[in-house]
């Protein structure tokens, strides 16, 4: 999975911390809560879950975009995220 060669690269490095790092990681419980949602629908908990790890997501994305455009788009490009538009 692309989750254990990102945290393989980034813990040399050790900034688990940053931005990208959450954002990655955010993505990736969205994923796979989006998958079990597929097959229990009415599980209610697990909706507002997801909606609140989009919300966390969406405001990191918002600061990256704000403190470092370039890696923005490189992240949103690595991850197939579409593009979140920033009122």
Do not use: C, P, W
């Amino acid at each position: 999975m692309i989750k254990k060669v990102f945290i393989s690269v980034s813990s040399k490095e050790e900034n688990r911390g940053s931005v990208e790092f959450q954002i990655f990681s955010f993505t990736n419980k969205i994923r796979r809560l989006t998958s079990h949602l597929e097959l229990h629908k009415k599980d209610y908990l697990s909706q507002r879950g997801l909606r609140k790890i989009l919300g966390k997501r969406q405001r990191l994305l918002a600061y990256l975009s704000k403190k470092n455009g370039t890696h923005y788009k490189e992240l949103i490009g690595q991850l197939s995220i579409r593009e979140i538009k920033i009122r």
